[in-house]
Nanobody, 123 residues
């Protein structure tokens, strides 16, 4: 059974940082590109970032460019999202997801999802 378990969310002040982690089990981790999405109340699920199977190629959505970094450790079956310079509009539930395909930017392309971790940016 495949499981993706996110952690690291919480309440942070504007301008602060958080590091999200996602540990995968039940799949051959290195065969999947790993992505992060987010969903705020009343909004559609939004692409944040994705990293290739080997970890060599990251892609970012507009919300993450220049502020955040995605990385992975295939030995630990873990993908990370380092979020800096957080803004109130970054408040959302953040999900990690795994895809065996090559279409990265739409959530329909992903095979497996975690349950999500809440990030709240507020003073």
């Amino acid at each position: 059974q495949v499981q993706l378990v996110e952690s690291g969310g919480g309440l942070v002040q504007p301008g602060g940082s958080l590091r999200l982690s996602c540990v995968a089990s039940g799949l051959t981790f290195s065969r999947y590109a790993m992505g992060w999405f987010r969903q705020a109340p009343g909004k559609e699920r939004e692409f944040v970032a994705v990293i290739s199977r080997s970890g060599g190629v990251p892609y970012y959505g507009d919300s993450a460019k220049g502020r955040w970094g995605i990385s992975r450790d295939n030995a630990k079956n873990t993908v990370y999202l380092q979020m800096n310079s957080l803004k109130p509009e970054d408040t959302a539930v953040y999900y990690c997801a795994a895809t065996s395909g090559t279409e990265y930017y739409t959530h329909y392309a992903y095979d497996y999802w975690g349950q999500g971790t809440q990030v709240t940016v507020s003073s």
